[in-house]
């Protein structure tokens, strides 16, 4: 939730942080994907402020929202969302990647909410045959609960110490996989809404998805055990 700050009679929006969020310090990269309809700029609203790269078919859109009055919508003809790490924001230790996303459609091939850069493979949350899986080089966590269209779902990855979980909508998915490596590496791309450039993106081959309140959070694992989704924005 953005703060609203009182000047006279006159309410301002506050800066990009959460006065409810006992973990921001910790955030390090915040797209809340709100804009105009059919807008093409998205913004980060963490602490860095980085420059989001998008390619034609992510757009703003005020077809379906989680939170505000927009979302990324991902059509059918492709494309992705993507930012270029830095020290400040790879992962090596415990982490929380979290989002929502809606598909309108059971994609023809794997869907990625994000694709997370090792040094030598991808750490994605993808989705396949209607189940979430984690996978670095070959699938690591699968889960087992079909996930439905026409709804949104929080989808989160955490890392505490070197075991990583799958959450769907509070829920652990799968079992747990033993990690050490540092994933979105000083230099390296972070994807959102695919695993790469023209490949695994949201909403590719169906209709469209749509993706919103995408937020990593370095050196925190935010759910231990079964939880309740976030009900506001981050």
């Given at each position: 939730?953005?703060?609203?700050?009182?000047?006279?009679?006159?309410?301002?929006?506050?800066?990009?942080?959460s006065?409810?969020?006992?973990?921001?310090?910790?955030?390090?990269?915040?797209?809340?994907?709100?804009?105009?309809?059919?807008?093409?700029?998205?913004?980060d609203?963490g602490?860095?402020?980085?420059?989001?790269?998008?390619?034609?078919?992510?757009?703003?859109?005020?077809t379906?929202a989680?939170?505000?009055?927009?979302?990324?919508?991902?059509?059918?003809?492709?494309?992705?969302?993507?930012?270029?790490?830095t020290?400040?924001?790879?992962?090596?230790?415990?982490?929380?990647?979290?989002?929502?996303v809606?598909?309108?459609?059971?994609?023809?091939?794997?869907?990625?909410?994000?694709?997370?850069?090792?040094?030598?493979?991808?750490?994605?949350?993808?989705?396949?045959?209607?189940?979430?899986?984690?996978?670095?080089?070959?699938?690591?966590?699968?889960?087992?609960?079909?996930?439905?269209?026409?709804a949104?779902?929080?989808?989160?990855?955490?890392?505490?110490?070197?075991?990583?979980?799958?959450?769907?909508?509070?829920?652990?998915?799968g079992?747990?996989?033993?990690?050490?490596?540092?994933?979105?590496?000083?230099?390296?791309?972070?994807?959102?809404?695919?695993?790469?450039?023209?490949?695994?993106?949201l909403?590719?081959?169906?209709?469209?998805?749509?993706?919103?309140?995408?937020?990593?959070?370095?050196?925190?694992?935010?759910?231990?055990?079964?939880?309740?989704?976030?009900?506001?924005?981050?």
């Amino acid at each position: 939730m953005i703060p609203t700050f009182m000047l006279g009679n006159t309410g301002l929006v506050g800066s990009p942080w959460s006065t409810d969020d006992p973990y921001w310090t910790s955030v390090v990269f915040l797209a809340r994907m709100e804009g105009a309809d059919g807008g093409t700029t998205f913004v980060d609203s963490g602490p860095f402020g980085l420059a989001i790269e998008r390619t034609s078919g992510f757009n703003t859109s005020i077809t379906q929202a989680r939170f505000g009055t927009t979302s990324c919508e991902c059509t059918a003809t492709g494309g992705r969302l993507r930012f270029l790490n830095t020290a400040a924001t790879e992962l090596a230790g415990d982490f929380t990647i979290e989002c929502f996303v809606y598909w309108t459609a059971t994609p023809a091939g794997v869907s990625y909410p994000w694709g997370m850069k090792t040094a030598t493979s991808a750490g994605p949350t993808g989705w396949t045959d209607g189940k979430l899986y984690f996978d670095e080089s070959g699938d690591k966590i699968s889960g087992t609960t079909t996930v439905t269209n026409n709804a949104w779902h929080h989808i989160a990855v955490t890392r505490s110490g070197t075991t990583i979980k799958l959450w769907l909508d509070g829920v652990q998915e799968g079992g747990t996989y033993t990690s050490s490596a540092t994933y979105c590496g000083n230099g390296l791309y972070t994807y959102l809404g695919s695993v790469s450039d023209g490949n695994g993106q949201l909403g590719f081959s169906t209709t469209a998805a749509y993706l919103d309140s995408l937020r990593i959070t370095k050196g925190v694992a935010r759910y231990s055990g079964t939880f309740t989704p976030p009900t506001v924005d981050f």
